[in-house]
């Protein structure tokens, strides 16, 4: 039943997803295993030049899946993620990178740690 809702969304075109969209589109992926469709997805929102919130919208994705997700699958998603020889697509990918790994959290606790203990 999922795979239908997530091919019905992925077909239609034309259509002007909202950020709530891109989020309902990313957890069937996730709960059909299909780190693909996310990536794509990231993929597509890190390219958006023309919005801010798109690339925002990719982030607190990625913040879920890290959240929720084992290794081996965030490892398959990164993996996934294009390499893009722009300059503004490298640099947003390597902070979806970045919250994908777990790594800007742990920086972001150690700072914290530091500066308040």
């Known amino acids: 039943m999922l795979r239908l809702i997530g091919e019905n969304y992925s077909t239609k075109e034309n259509l002007k997803f909202t950020p709530l969209d891109f989020v309902n589109i990313s957890l069937i992926n996730f709960y059909l295993n299909d780190h693909e469709g996310i990536s794509k997805i990231l993929y597509e929102l890190i390219s958006d030049t023309t919005s801010q919130e798109a690339s925002l919208i990719a982030y607190q994705i990625a913040y879920e899946i890290a959240d929720n997700e084992n290794q081996g699958f965030i490892d398959r998603i990164i993996n996934s993620i294009p390499i893009d020889t722009s300059e503004e697509k490298t640099k947003k990918r390597e902070n979806l990178v970045k919250i994908l790994s777990n790594k800007l959290r742990d920086d ?10």
């Open 108 to 117: 972001l606790y150690g700072n914290f740690l530091t500066k308040f203990s």
